[in-house]
């Protein structure tokens, strides 16, 4: 029987302004931080408040491959006073982690997620956060989106939270 271990990830930011609408003309083409979710940017939304691009998503992930390793977390990998991180892609780091877990003997089997946010809709996106996901975690990534039905700092669009569990195994 192969050596399997479970691991899980939360991650939660703020919007850096209030709802997380952004103006209308959007941010990205200008070259400016927006949203990044799962490798995806949403240019029509304020970034989440975060070192890093602050994806949520890929943290989570990021964590839940971590802890099933008992690797620590992402912010040990990287840490947030470490200014080679400053607004680094969350998908390089992790790809470097799921680097890092095939080095210690370990694949990921799946990742499950879920997203926790009013806006934006993910169900345009998800095959593409999806893809993302797989490819840098090397290993299938399936996302599921919900919303908080307004309430609380989520329903009001303050910010996003991000669940992940991950199933890793030997090689």
Known sequence: ?????????FDVHPFEEGNGTAPSSGTD???????????VKFSDMLP???????????????DAMLGAAG???IGMMFPDDDMSYKNADSLWMLSEIAQRLVRAGWHLMNADCT???????????LKEIMGKL???????VHVKATR???????????????FATALIGRH
């Open 115 to 125: 997203v926790v946010t009013e806006r934006p809709k993910l169900s345009p996106v």
């Open 1 to 9: 029987m192969e050596d399997i271990r479970v691991g899980f990830g």
């Open 48 to 62: 989440l408040v975060g070192h890093s691009d602050a994806d949520a998503l890929a943290h989570a992930v990021s």
């Open 148 to 162: 908080p039905e307004q309430l609380g700092a989520l329903g009001r669009n303050e910010g996003l939270a991000c």
């Open 134 to 140: 797989s490819d840098a975690a090397q290993g299938p």
């Open 71 to 73: 690797m620590g977390d």
């Open 29 to 39: 083409s200008a070259g400016e931080r927006c949203l990044v979710l799962g490798g």
